[in-house]
């Protein structure tokens, strides 16, 4: 566990002006939140926003291949990962779908599919002059056995990957 705090930090340190913190965590609930300025317009950002495929982490899916995953950015989609042998993973549900503005997702990411919490990751995108600043959620409530406090750094860390990965695949282009 270390080992991946350590590499989620080495990620943001690379991913430039961004930044992270676990907000709030109780033994119940807890809140984690990344921002980074990406140098290209909403527009931009979004197009590969809704493309998990091109910048989530392989390491971070039940799959082992990021190629796997899929994202209906519409209300009701699936953010959803497509296993071997015909089987799948419905990671979580879109709720709210602002094309270049707000992506709001519910669900229960890794580790936390097999308990009794549950969260909304939020990704809002704001763009002035030309780059887009994107500030990420995931607040996340109910019950964890150890407590959601003892992962919030840990989720944390891996939520801090995917938004590494959000702004260098933008950024590639």
Known sequence: ??????????????????????????????????????????????????????????????????????????????????????????HMTTVNAAPGQKLVLVGA?????????SGALTFLLAEKDGQTTVTVTYDVGGYFKGGLDKIAAPVDGVLGQQVAGLKAAVEAK
């Not at 527009?43 to 809704?50: G, Y």
């Not at 990411?109 to 919490?117: E, M, T, V």
């Open 109 to 117: 990411l890794g580790p936390l599919q097999n308990s009794g919490a």
């Open 1 to 90: 566990m270390k080992t991946m705090i350590a590499a989620a930090a080495l990620a943001l340190l690379a991913a430039g002006a961004a930044r992270a913190e676990v907000a709030d965590a109780q033994p119940n609930d807890f809140e984690v939140r990344h921002q980074v300025v990406i140098a290209a317009p909403a527009s931009a950002v979004w197009a590969t926003l809704v493309q998990p495929s091109k910048w989530w982490a392989s390491a971070h899916t039940w799959s082992g291949s990021a190629a796997n995953l899929s994202l209906g950015a519409a209300s009701g989609g699936c953010f959803c990962e497509r296993l071997p042998n015909g089987g799948s993973v419905l």
